[in-house]
């Protein structure tokens, strides 16, 4: 088989940089992207946070509260609430930039992609290192964001290696370094190892991934079960065959509906609406496909746009759900309405698939 020559792609700090594109006076300060929870408060946590907040301790998932405590010196610290339709938004139009010219696109993430560039670039990885910085620029001018590259044969390498220097990294792994770029490295760094598995390790003494190489297959295997013990055996010697696989992000679907006549009143729109999420939901059914974000659409009478989402704290599939939240997001939308309605939409982002996607990082 030729070798590949496949890109991992991660933005920075993703929701924070994000705030610090419309806002750049933030770019000095210490930013906290924050999910408040319904109690009010301080209460919730932190999403991400800018490097400047990361110097203080400052990581996904700890309590707002600590965050707050941590960066008590810092009197310019900001906490944003999260804004995730900016976020999908700017992604998209990063997507954009990244998926011209390339052989097969993978979209993983807001903020993350696979690409293969093996025929683009001529399997030449000096022209595949070219190719990236472009990229690089491109999304720096246009979007206004930073983010860190891997370049390697295969997915897992080059996830490795993306998060090997952050932000604005470039990391490439050629064929022949990937030992010595591996082995040095914590195995930590291998998706899907994380504290539990870590701690499991550092009990028998194993801490690189040059250390692990000391564990047989049959070892492994014993220990976690095949399926694990076979992708870290492999992992630690970067095998991995998995396919980039083509997946556009904007993963969404709507339905529109001309209403029998123009209107304004709820209890007529709210049966349009029940009507148009059994629609939406047969479809996403059929793809066997969860949602997390719900939204609905007016096109008024003078044909002005109007619409409004909301993001769910799960993912799920269920038909009540996605009526409950689209009457919700009606009778907001329908407060201080002054002039009628000519169609209706409903709207569900955010999808997923319902069971196991497979993926590098769910072998755990
Ligand atoms: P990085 O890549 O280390 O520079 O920083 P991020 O913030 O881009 O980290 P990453 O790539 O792991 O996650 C991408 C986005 O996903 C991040 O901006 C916010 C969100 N996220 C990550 N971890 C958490 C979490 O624990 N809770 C919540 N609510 N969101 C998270
Ligand atoms: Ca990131
Ligand atoms: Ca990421």
């Not at 920075?12 to 770019?27: G, H, I, T, V």
């Not at 991400?48 to 941590?70: C, D, E, M, Q």
């Not at 025929?119 to 999304?139: C, M, P, T, W, Y």
């Not at 010697?237 to 123009?262: A, F, H, W």
Request: hydrophobic share 35%; proline share 2%.
């Amino acid at each position: 088989m030729e070798t590949r020559i496949v890109f991992h792609i991660d933005f920075d700090y993703f929701y924070a940089q994000c705030e610090e594109a419309r806002s750049p006076e933030l770019k000095t300060k210490p930013v906290c992207v924050c999910v408040f929870s319904d109690r009010g408060g301080d209460s919730g946590a932190i999403a991400t946070a800018n490097y400047t907040a990361r110097k203080y301790g400052v990581k996904s998932g700890i309590p707002i509260a600590f965050a707050k405590k941590r960066l008590e010196e810092r009197k310019d610290a900001v906490f944003l609430p999260v804004d995730f339709e900016y976020y999908t938004e700017m992604s998209e139009k990063a997507m954009e930039v990244m998926k011209k010219d390339v052989d097969v696109f993978e979209y993983v993430g807001r903020d993350e992609a696979y690409l293969d560039v093996t025929k683009r670039v001529e399997g030449d990885f000096i022209k595949a290192s070219h190719l990236a910085q472009q990229i690089k620029n491109s999304i720096r001018d246009k979007i206004k964001l930073s983010c860190s590259v891997g370049i390697s044969q295969n997915k897992l390498i080059s996830k490795i290696a993306s998060n090997y220097q952050k932000p604005d990294g470039l990391t490439i792994v050629t064929p022949e370094k990937v030992e010595e770029f591996l082995e040095q490295l914590k195995i930590r760094t291998i998706p899907g190892i994380g504290g539990k598995t870590e701690k499991i390790f550092l009990e028998m003494k194993i801490e690189t991934i040059q250390d692990l190489k000391k564990l047989d297959v049959f070892t492994l295997n014993n220990k976690f079960g095949r399926k694990s013990g076979t992708y870290m055996y492999n992992a630690a010697r970067g095998i991995d065959n998995e396919p980039v696989k083509e997946k556009e992000g904007r993963v969404q679907y709507s339905k529109i509906m001309t209403l029998k006549k123009d209107s304004k009143d709820y209890s007529f729109l709210s049966e349009s609406i029940k009507e148009l999420c059994v629609e939406v939901h047969d479809v996403i059914k059929k793809n066997n496909q969860m949602f997390k974000s719900v939204g609905i659409h007016f096109v008024q009478s003078d044909l002005s746009n109007k619409s409004k989402s909301r993001m769910l704290k799960n993912p799920t599939a269920d038909l009540q759900e996605l009526q409950k939240n689209a009457e919700t997001l009606l009778v907001e939308a329908l407060e201080n309405q002054t002039i009628t309605i000519r169609r209706l939409g409903v709207k569900v982002a955010e999808l997923s698939e319902i069971k196991g996607q497979r993926d590098i990082t769910n072998y755990f």
